[in-house]
């Protein structure tokens, strides 16, 4: 009787020993999860800290851009004024040197009636 008694005992301590070791290997296994939930957590964190980043760097990109256009806008006009001027005075350069051709060549036509009426007069 006392080795059937000890046979039992042996086999209720492996019975608790093997308990034992799958009740530690699911603590290792809830503590695992539990460290994976806290990392996901900070990955999750982390992805929208640079997402708010990523929108706040957009948001001043567009602000640089609109800007730069602003300005180039009023580059342009600029330019278009400068141009403007230019094509004037050019024009009115122009202008001028037409009605010096012209009047050169009224003085020219002049010469030539006169030279005619001398030529006719003789």
């Given at each position: 009787m006392k080795l059937h008694l000890l046979a039992i005992s042996a086999f209720l301590a492996l019975t608790v020993s093997a308990c034992g070791d799958d009740a530690a290997k699911k603590a290792e296994a809830a503590k695992?999860?539990?460290?994976?939930v806290q990392k996901a957590d900070e990955a999750a964190r982390?992805?929208?800290?640079?997402?708010?980043?990523?929108?706040?760097?957009?948001?001043?990109a567009g602000k640089e851009a609109v800007a730069a256009?602003?300005?180039?806008g009023k580059?342009?006009?600029?330019?278009?004024?400068?141009?403007?001027?230019?094509?004037?005075?050019k024009a009115a350069d122009a202008t001028k040197?037409?009605?010096?051709?012209?009047?050169?060549?009224?003085?020219?036509?002049?010469?030539?009636?006169d030279r005619t009426k001398a030529a006719v007069g003789k």
């Amino acid at each position: 009787m006392k080795l059937h008694l000890l046979a039992i005992s042996a086999f209720l301590a492996l019975t608790v020993s093997a308990c034992g070791d799958d009740a530690a290997k699911k603590a290792e296994a809830a503590k695992a999860a539990a460290e994976a939930v806290q990392k996901a957590d900070e990955a999750a964190r982390k992805a929208g800290a640079a997402v708010g980043a990523a929108a706040e760097t957009a948001k001043e990109a567009g602000k640089e851009a609109v800007a730069a256009t602003k300005e180039a806008g009023k580059e342009a006009v600029e330019a278009t004024k400068e141009a403007g001027k230019e094509i004037v005075v050019k024009a009115a350069d122009a202008t001028k040197e037409a009605a010096e051709a012209t009047k050169e060549a009224a003085e020219a036509t002049k010469e030539a009636a006169d030279r005619t009426k001398a030529a006719v007069g003789k």
